[in-house]
């Protein structure tokens, strides 16, 4: 059994209002941060002999549904 | 002619919509989301709500239904599909349409009546390039963003954009060039945000959205 992790991120030139928000917050805390985008992280289990099947069903699953490819992008990771 | 709306589960705008198109010279059936026909319709609405939730993003869990392969079938055969607000994002979602709905740069949840003009007439429907609808709008993920893979002016156009009282572009959420719907170019797909079934009478606040669904069904804008 692998565990997929699938990180989802709105895609760079595509405004964020939502981790817009969260900038202006934080900011006002005190911390100087710039650039904050919120993600999604999803995990799942497959199971599957080669960790390479594993990446390549998460590449997949995150192509045909898990992110919109017009204004997201994402990354996989497999970690058994 | 006989209208199929689409009952996804969380939406909630189907039985507004039937309602509506009682008012029509048209028969209109309810469709389930599991089911593969459309109650013989050669035309479908997917109406508005949330359904799935709108967990992971709006529209995309529906876009996955299985009545989604028949709405295919009968836009390929020639039918027509009309996605109103969640119905729009469900269109874009399966790529019914091209580009995608993101949150309003508002942040807010946009409930408000809008303008709206018809920018692009469509082959097989009398609506008129300039024609304008008072419609509200309902929708937290309403800004419309293109597809750098399928810029519109190919296969599809900007068919609505909203405009303020004095005809003047307007943006009431961020939409890339104030896109409020999108059509196929041979008409047969269109995707809006406003809700003509929410102006279907004049004690709803207006008539408009009547007379956009009387355009739809085959008829011309004149009021019966």
């Known amino acids: ?80 | 002619m006989k209208v199929a709306v689409v009952t996804f589960p969380g939406s909630n705008c189907d039985r507004d919509t039937l309602r509506a198109l009682s008012r029509l010279p048209v028969e209109a059936v309810p469709v389930w989301h599991r089911d593969t026909h459309l109650g013989g319709a050669s035309a479908v609405i997917l109406p508005g709500g949330f359904a799935y939730g709108d967990y992971l993003r709006a529209g995309a869990l529906a876009a996955h239904s299985p009545v989604m392969g028949t709405v295919r079938e009968l836009v390929n055969a020639g039918g027509r599909v009309l996605g109103i607000c969640n119905g729009f994002q469900i269109l874009t979602e399966s790529g019914l349409l091209p580009g995608a709905l993101a949150m309003n740069v508002s942040r807010r949840f946009q409930c408000e009546w809008v303008q709206v003009q018809v920018q692009e007439c469509l082959p097989g429907l009398r609506f008129a390039a300039g024609e304008r609808f008072s419609l509200p709008i309902a929708n937290g993920e309403g800004r419309y963003i293109p597809d750098p893979q399928r810029p519109l002016g190919r296969d599809a156009v900007a068919f609505l954009s909203y405009r303020d009282g004095a005809g003047r572009p307007h943006n009431p959420n961020g939409s890339w060039r104030e896109v409020a719907g999108v059509a196929s170019a041979d008409g047969r797909v269109i995707g809006l945000m406003p809700h003509p079934e929410r102006a279907s009478a004049a004690w709803l606040g207006g008539e408009d959205g009547l007379r956009f669904l009387r355009v739809w069904t085959g008829g011309d804008g004149v009021p019966a």
């Open chain 1, 1 to 80: 059994m692998s565990r997929v992790h699938i990180v989802v991120h709105l895609k760079e030139g595509v405004r964020d209002p939502a981790g817009e928000a969260v900038q202006h917050v934080l900011r006002d805390m005190g911390f100087l941060v710039e650039h904050l985008r919120i993600g999604r992280h999803i995990t799942l289990d497959v199971d599957s002999a080669a960790g390479d099947d594993a990446a390549r069903l998460g590449r997949e699953m995150a192509e045909r549904l898990l992110a919109n490819p017009v204004m997201e992008q994402f990354s996989v990771e497999v970690r058994s």
